[in-house]
């Protein structure tokens, strides 16, 4: 697809059966105009990071093979890796049954996909033993 | 943990170093008391579901080690299985940096974590070619 396809996302079905057994991607943006977007390693298998999407980004994202998403702190459309070089290049987009989710399976460019340095957002686990619970780096 | 235990969770740090290199389990819910997770498959490793939880069912997860969530249609708490049989067990529970997403690798008690039957919500890959995008079935 082109960068100047001007892809637009037609607004989702009333129903049911269509949503969920139909062939039309109609992602179900949020009040705020946002997509969840899980972003897991190709390769690994595993979460790298969970970010949203707006509908430009999406389609900047299906333009381009290369993963862009809308900061909610920033309002801002971002392209990943644009200043880290830790670009995120598009192996496989899914959505899941009501189409209110992306899955994004991904070949990262570079070692981080978090801001922090680190390969995964998910550094730690949530440990809980007798009545307290905290979180543990994991190493991986 | 036991389910007496009476977990609450403290409120987020206001300290961005805290949030993200700390030991402290914050979660960060929404502003409508909801934290997105991101449910993956401990064996297979691929992505299940995607579901919110509220501080209730997220209390309940890691005390019963099965995994619950909050129904935003429904406007309650439900367990994942509760009627289906399909029950999530809980194998590890992580965070990311900054303490607003979980992801939780089950292990899936019976074949189906998607109310459609499907093993997972995920069963449709989106396909964009020249100027059109549209959902294709993917069998796995």
């Known amino acids: 697809m082109s960068p100047d396809s001007n892809l637009s996302f037609a607004a989702p079905s009333a129903s049911k059966a269509e949503l969920e ?17 899980i972003v897991t390693d190709a390769q690994g298998g ?8 707006n509908a430009e980004a999406l389609r900047l994202t299906i ?12 309002k801002s459309l971002w392209k ?3 200043t880290s070089g830790n670009v ?8 899941d049954c009501d189409q209110d989710v992306l ?21 730690r ?7 307290r619970v905290a979180l543990e780096f994991v190493t991986r």
Do not use: N
């Open 125 to 131: 686990r949530v440990e809980a033993d007798a009545d």
């Open 21 to 37: 057994e139909g062939t039309a991607f109609t992602p179900r943006f949020d009040e705020h105009g946002l997509i969840g977007a």
């Open 88 to 95: 995120l290049r598009v192996r496989e987009l899914l959505t």
């Open 103 to 123: 899955w994004v399976k991904v070949e990262l460019q570079g070692e981080a996909a978090c801001h922090t340095g680190r390969h995964s957002c998910f550094y």
């Open 80 to 82: 990943k890796g644009e």
């Open 63 to 74: 333009e381009t093979g290369e993963a862009h998403f809308y900061s909610r702190s920033r």
């Open 46 to 53: 595993g979460v790298l990071m969970f970010a949203f999407m």
